[in-house]
């Protein structure tokens, strides 16, 4: 590797998964914008409670019940740190993006009304347009689309005529998912603060990538999946600026959520906990922190500049193959790429490629106005993390040259 600083072999060794072979051919695993793969010193943390601490949170006298909800805590702070987010109580542990976007859409049901607009971006996963549709037929509001162009793009020229005093809400990913593109949310987030409308920033498939920071971003809502940044499934998080979290009601009902509960009437905790009823993913909790502490000991600096490489490569390596074309060529991008090649079902490239160890995403990666903008059925994605190697990509393409030369 050109960065002498970056020692991949090294971070290598701290995924055991990394050693497995799949159809006898070493694995490759290129379906890190799906889930990434999880280090020892996170699947150490999560063993670690279940065999020392495992107990309740919050409400529990005894010293286990201390211990755990300490680390919970401690992990929320690192979250907050992370974001740097004013305080702590401004991030909701939720079981993922898919969940934080539901919280927020729930709680705007009793802020909106006809004649209210929301705007969202053409280049959306499902979990950041569906519940703003099932918002908009209980409120009345309408969904309006900003469309992007060939290169995957976000047409910011459409998005200042769709902005009006009617918009409310915005929201948008910070990077996409289906094609890689970066957007550029600080111009987002500005102009729709100028016309009142707040933003949510689906931040899924960003933060395995770079760090944002919420007040210097003046962001209203960000979310993150645990699982994409080297966490757990089940958890994620919700930030939300102070204000927005206490002017929206609480999204569930149950132990944990309350200050007081009575027959005549029930008030509710306060931030963050308002926002989590039940018990939640504790061991979770704690190992998502302890994910993203790894995460920040290599560096995020590091990381994209790493991830930056393998995508230039891999991108010269791809084009050269006949007949081959990606979908999402944005001039910012992160280390995703779809592609497909002739007429091949990306199915089908995706299915011999299994047969040689190499883990791709086929299909409309939730994202079908994306696959519908671009006239295809769905694509062939190849996603990198800072522990691929350019020798990984170099298998890439010969399978790809392989599977190619199957199926013409
Ligand atoms: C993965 C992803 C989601 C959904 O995240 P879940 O963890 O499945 O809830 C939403 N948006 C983007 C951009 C994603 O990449």
Not at 281 to 300: P, R
Request: glycine letters at 8%.
């Amino acid at each position: 590797m050109t960065n002498t600083t970056f020692d991949v072999q090294a971070i290598r060794k701290d995924f055991p998964i990394l050693n497995r072979e799949v159809n006898g051919r070493p694995l490759v695993y290129f379906d890190n914008a799906a889930t990434s793969q999880t280090p020892k010193q996170v699947i150490d943390v999560i063993v670690d409670y279940y065999s020392r601490y495992n107990a309740n949170i919050h409400r529990g006298v005894h010293t286990l019940s201390q211990e755990a909800t300490d680390a919970y805590e401690k992990a929320r702070e690192t979250l907050r740190a992370h974001l740097n987010a004013k305080e702590a109580s401004e991030i909701i542990f939720t079981s993922g993006t898919t969940h934080s976007i539901n919280l927020v859409a729930n709680g705007f049901q009793a802020l909106l009304g006809p004649g209210d607009e929301l705007l969202v971006s053409e280049m959306e996963h499902h979990s950041n347009i569906v519940p703003w549709q099932m918002l908009c037929e209980k409120t009345g509001s309408t969904l309006q689309v900003v469309p992007m162009n060939e290169r995957g793009e976000l047409n910011m020229e459409a998005f200042d005529k769709l902005l009006n005093p009617q918009t409310k809400l915005v929201f948008c990913n910070h990077v996409s998912n289906a094609l890689g593109s970066i957007n550029p949310i600080e111009e987002i987030i500005n102009k729709a603060h100028a016309v009142g409308a707040a933003v949510l920033i689906d931040g899924a498939q960003a933060a395995p990538h770079f760090k944002a920071d919420v007040q210097q971003l003046d962001v209203d809502f960000y979310t993150i999946s645990a699982h994409k940044v080297c966490g757990p499934t089940g958890v994620g998080l919700l930030y939300g600026k102070r204000d927005w979290l206490e002017k929206l009601p609480p999204y569930q009902g149950g132990g944990e959520m309350i200050a007081e509960v009575s027959f005549e009437k029930t008030t509710y905790a306060g931030l963050p906990h308002k926002f989590e009823a039940g018990t939640p993913n504790i061991a979770g909790g704690i190992a998502f922190g302890a994910a993203i502490d790894y995460m920040n000991a290599i560096g995020f600096e590091q990381i994209a500049a790493y991830e930056h490489e393998l995508l230039v490569y891999a991108t010269e390596q791809l084009k050269q193959i006949e007949g081959l074309r990606i979908i999402g060529e944005a001039e910012n991008k992160a280390s995703v790429i779809s592609f497909n090649v002739g007429s091949i079902h990306p199915y089908d490239i995706g299915a011999i490629l299994d047969k040689l160890g190499v883990a791709v995403r086929t299909g409309h990666h939730c994202a079908q106005p994306v696959m519908h903008h671009f006239q295809v059925p769905g694509t062939v994605r190849a996603s990198f993390a800072f522990y691929n190697t350019k020798e990984e990509i170099d298998s890439l393409v010969e399978a790809v040259k392989k599977a190619v030369g199957m199926l013409q």
